[in-house]
């Protein structure tokens, strides 16, 4: 069956760097767009960063773009989301997901199956 297990979290201080790995079985990754999103408490589920499974293209919401990079391996079914120059409102709890054909790549509904999540957090 197909899941997705997020690692990689933890409570960093401002300025640091965090990788997120998510691990998928039971598909091939790599033939599906993949997605990462957070929440924070009382939030609603954010869009983070998208890889795109034709040409391994990426897309990142402005929060995230300049400071994260999403990437993939292959050979180890798994996707990254390497973050730099983490603030404290990047805390969040971060999941990664795998999307559906069609729709938006920054609607949490266009997305099927999720992992469990993992807390990242930032202090000041």
């Known amino acids: 069956q197909v899941q997705l297990v997020e690692s990689g979290g933890g409570l960093v201080q401002a300025g640091d760097s965090l990788r997120l790995s998510c691990a998928a079985s039971?598909?091939?990754?790599?033939?599906?767009?993949m997605g990462w999103f957070r929440q924070a408490p009382g939030k609603e589920r954010e869009f983070v960063a998208a890889?795109?499974?034709?040409?391994?293209?990426?897309y990142y919401s402005d929060s995230a773009k300049d400071r994260f990079t999403m990437s993939r391996d292959n050979a180890k079914n798994t996707v990254y989301l390497q973050m730099n120059s983490l603030k404290p409102e990047d805390t969040a709890v971060y999941y990664c997901?795998?999307?559906?054909?069609?729709?938006?790549?920054?609607?949490?509904?266009?997305?099927?199956?999720w992992g469990q999540g993992t807390q990242v957090t930032v202090s000041s």
């Open positions: 997901a795998r999307k559906n054909i069609g729709g938006s790549v920054r609607n949490p509904r266009d997305y099927a199956y």
């Open positions: 039971g598909f091939i990754s790599s033939n599906f767009n």
């Open positions: 890889i795109f499974r034709i040409s391994d293209s990426t």
